[in-house]
């Protein structure tokens, strides 16, 4: 199928699956003029990228993930790991949404004061959750 197909049915712009060709991540199979053809193969690897990429996983990771044919090659542990990875974001991330409930409906004369809050800037201040310092992820 050409380029056009795959647009209009994985609603990714040209753009897109370009750039996953260049990254190794698809491979069209030829041209039909200026266009580029797919194999019908194309719109399950794509559907496989957008897991990857909405379990967190890296292009560079999600390229790995493919054999020189294309087809899906998986390692198990690494999907664990990932899950592992995700149970500690979603752990950080019921303690912050409960924090700011908290902090949201505390009788304190202000945030400072509630000590709750005061915990979870001290976590946030220490890197312990929210943002990447220095580019690399932060011990939990």
Same mark, same amino acid.
């Given at each position: 199928m050409d380029i056009s $197909?795959?647009? #209009? @049915?994985?609603?990714? !712009? &040209?753009?897109?699956? #370009?750039?996953? $060709?260049?990254?190794?991540?698809? /491979?069209?199979?030829g041209r039909r003029g200026l266009h580029r053809v797919f194999a019908a193969g194309v719109l399950e690897q794509l559907s496989l990228i957008a897991l990857g990429r909405a379990a967190g996983f890296s292009l560079n990771d999600i390229a790995g993930m493919f054999g020189?044919?294309? @087809? !899906?090659?998986i $390692? @198990?542990?690494r999907l664990l790991e990932?899950?592992?990875?995700l149970d500690q974001s979603i752990k950080q991330l019921t %303690?912050? #949404?409960?924090?700011? @409930?908290? /902090? /949201? %409906?505390c009788s304190a004369p202000s945030h400072l004061e509630c000590p709750k809050f005061r915990r979870l800037m001290g976590? /946030?201040? &220490?890197?312990?959750?929210g943002e990447r310092r220095n580019g690399a992820s932060v011990k939990k």
């Open positions: $197909e795959v647009v #209009r @049915r994985s609603g990714l !712009p &040209a753009s897109t699956l #370009r750039f996953y $060709e260049q990254k190794g991540l698809i /491979a069209s199979v020189a044919d294309g @087809r !899906p090659r $390692e @198990r542990q990932k899950a592992d990875e %303690a912050m #949404r409960d924090g700011l @409930r908290h /902090a /949201a %409906a976590l /946030a201040g &220490a890197g312990v959750i």
